[in-house]
């Protein structure tokens, strides 16, 4: 499926595609905290690239459902991710593999990392597809 076919099918089915983006980024940050951050325990480097992969995808519906909105696509990765975190360690609180997750860094730098990627994700095809793709169905 090239791009223009890609993003006309979300101009189609807005609604389907942000709550697929959305329960994307929620779930990928709430699993994915505890493999993706390099030096503490349970580090993956195949859980990363398919985090990352992820978050692409969403950042690519992101820029079918709204044009030049950067710091709100920003916050509302923000948000997601936060979310997500606080959905995990709100299920599985107590659990001793998850002491080294827990500190201050990891749960504030984690979030806007993550958000910071996705909006990177973001700019980028926002910048390589603006060209050539019709958004006038927006």
Partial sequence: MSGEQFYNQIGK????????????????????????????????????????LMYFIAANIFVGLFKDRIWFVFMICIFLNSLGMGWRLWLEWGEFSLVEHTGLVVNIGYPIVSAIIITLFYILSNFLFRKKVNFSQR
Avoid: E, H, Q
């Avoid at 389907?16 to 993956?44: C, D, E, M, Q, R």
């Fill in 13 to 52: 089915s807005r609604n389907t595609f942000l709550i697929f983006a959305t329960i994307n980024i929620l779930f990928f940050s709430g699993i994915s905290f505890t493999f993706v951050i390099p030096g503490l325990k349970g580090f993956s480097l195949i859980f990363m690239v398919l985090t990352l």
